[in-house]
């Protein structure tokens, strides 16, 4: 054979392979971008995007290299974790770096924790979450380890269509790592799809056992005119599919439940598990006159510190709603970027607790960043919610005597009255309220019969009260006046001869009266020092003395202005004028509020501890072995994270069904499980049908006297006349316990790995045809 002859065949050898690297860089570049624009509503702005094409560029490098020169997986491995380490801080870490690229001990440190820890940050924080936090490091290294497996498989293995595996399973870890709100489901998945099947085609086209060598003439045109048209029509039938499936998506009905981590690691956080604050009002005042239960320091001159903000009035207490966005208890754990709307004077004041207790966190302004010092920081950040629209927090973990943190906060301007002139009442949905005195109505209605404006008739009920009531906080040395401020308690301070109380009566009486009026009113407790309550350096000490609560309202284009309904404490009545009257007419008195004792509180949010340094330090070369050994095992995590994911959710699943409240819906939640792993084994049950006809279906597979006769139970015990015993229900879950493992026991081993990796009972779980109860 001639030298011309040996170069004809070797150079389209060399060409196709370095097309197939450029086709393999660009398929994966493209499919791995798919799953990063999934994360848009995760992240604040645009920096994830950067630390995520950063993770796959370094990772495709590493895979070219090791293809390049034959590298074993430890060394790939290696050069994954080097990589990691070297280029994690500037692209994920950047505010623990010099000059935002030279990684520190702390840029280390972050990062071999955050192998582990990044996880659950992110998916206990509320998105979009901030990217100075630390969040970076989850789709910088997700985008790392996707793409060196995927650029590795595409280019060692012998089928090409390995590397979609690692590419899918990115894509699922972003989808489940993400929010209940998707950026573009629909084009992601025809995007997808559409790159996978290109690419393996061409991949098949070029593949190397397939190149041989041509000669010029009428057959190789017309070969080449063949290819040509094929991979016009291929385009143009995708095309087609991609424009269809886009019309049905945009005329289709809402998609079923999104399955997301988010959903299942965050316990819902309800702050209606805890006593409402005001009503510990009368006790702060009395055991705490003198004693200090917080300082603040760095306190503007018209700043408030809130303790609570309470907008739900039941006749017995008021407290916070019961649920919905931008309402009292609309907590959310705490972030860098709260309060993203607040206008005002940017400052950061200093807390320092000292007998205050309890779940409540002192707040000033509109906070945006909260940050924990002492030996309680990490539980105390762990346990933090912030509610952006009342400006109020807590941590579950609770306050005591010794905590401290500093919060970076807005100070708003409240408006002159000059300004209010004119603007409306903001239309907000307020809660209903219940239990509010009949005679509230009218004493409002008489209070704003000459204002005019919204600020008028606000300003007019927050007059009245100051100018007609007399203060008492009805302690030993005061003028007779009781707790509370239920219904009993309101009725008696606006029917008597003479109103006196104190800012508990006050706040919550202003508080009905504006809204029997139609203004969005909500009641707050907490602080507003004047200069003669500051210390020489400015510093605030809260007691139970000078604790106030006040009235807020909203108005259109300014939030919530303060009203000090109160009036003033020198303002005391006459003994003879208070006492009770001789013979008292019966009367329905509110019952007493709750007694004040510390509640329990609730797990903190699903957190691990920080592992524990040891006293003893151990050989130069643990430390590092057992550094590399965790961050492997991690990596070998997130490969199996879909595993684990789903374990978990129909784990979870399975646990809410067995310990339901009512025994027959354990029962029925029973058959529903039994149903489901049927499913999940291939079963074609229908969805929406009977028990037994489910039972008929299921049977046909497996067992089916058994499968049967627990149909028939499971109807006799939800629809009979009584609700089965706890026994019952335990037995009735053991046998589909060995129903269920019976199925198992007949399937093979990839049968059964390929049910519990199964969605199809959780698509049937969305469907709105169940099982009848």
Known sequence: MSESTRTQIRMPRLDARVRRLILDGVAITAL?????????????GGRYIVAAIAGLALGLAIAWAGARWRWRVLTVTGATLGAYFVFGGAFALPHTTLWGFIPTLETWRQLAF??????????????????????????FLVNLVASVLAGTAALRAKHAAWALLPLVLSLALQILLGSSEPTAPILQGIVFATVAVVWLALRAR??????????????????????????????????????????????????????????????????????????????????????TLFSVSGLPEEGRVRLATMDAYNGVVFNVAADGAGSSSAFTSIRSNMSPAAEGDRTTVWVEIDDLDGVWLPSVGSAKEFTFYGDRATDLRRGAHFNDATGTAVTTAGVRAGDAYTIDTVIPQIPEDEALADVPFAP????????????????????????????ERARALEAYLQTEGYFSHGLADDVYSPSGHGAARISQLVGGEQMVGDDEQYAVVMALMATQLGMPARVVMGWYPDEEERSADGTFAATGDNLHAWVEIAFTGHGWVPFDPTPDEDNEPSEQNTKPRANPKPQVLQPPPPAQEPAELPPALAEERD??????????????????????????????????????????????????????????????ELVDRATDYRVPVPPGATRAESAEVVGAAFAADRVSTLARRADADVYGPGDPSPEDVEAFWREVDEIVGGIAEESTFWGRLRARLSLRSLRRSGVKGRTPR
Do not use: C
């Open 611 to 672: 592992q524990e340094e040891e006293d003893e330090p151990g050989p130069d070369w643990l430390g590092p072995v057992l550094l590399y050994t965790g961050i492997s095992l991690a990596v070998i995590a997130l490969l199996l994270s879909p595993l684990i994911v789903i374990g978990a959710i129909k784990a979870s699943r399975r646990t809410k069904r067995r310990s339901a409240e009512r025994t027959a819906d354990r029962i029925s939640g029973g058959w529903d």
């Open 114 to 139: 955050g192998v582990v820890t990044s996880w659950k940050d992110l998916l206990t924080t509320v998105p979009p979450v901030a990217s100075s936090d630390g969040h970076l490091i989850v789709p």
């Open 32 to 44: 791995t971008t798919v799953g990063i624009i999934g994360f848009a509503s995760t992240f604040e």
């Open 206 to 291: 070029w593949n190397p056992d397939r190149i041989a060598v041509v000669a010029d003439g009428p057959a190789a045109s017309a070969s080449r005119a063949a290819r040509t048209r094929r991979l016009i029509s291929g385009g143009l039938v995708l095309a087609l599919a991609s424009g269809v499936g886009v019309a049905a998506a945009a005329t289709a009905q809402p998609p079923v439940q999104r399955y997301i981590l988010r959903d299942f690691v965050i316990p819902p956080f309800d702050v209606r598990d805890y006593p409402s604050p005001l009503q510990s009002w009368r006790g702060l005042v009395r055991d705490f006159e003198t004693e």
């Open 428 to 455: 907000l949905k307020m809660p209903k309220q219940s239990g509010i005195p009949q005679s509230l109505s009218e004493l409002a209605s008489d209070a704003t019969e000459e204002a005019e404006t919204p600020i």
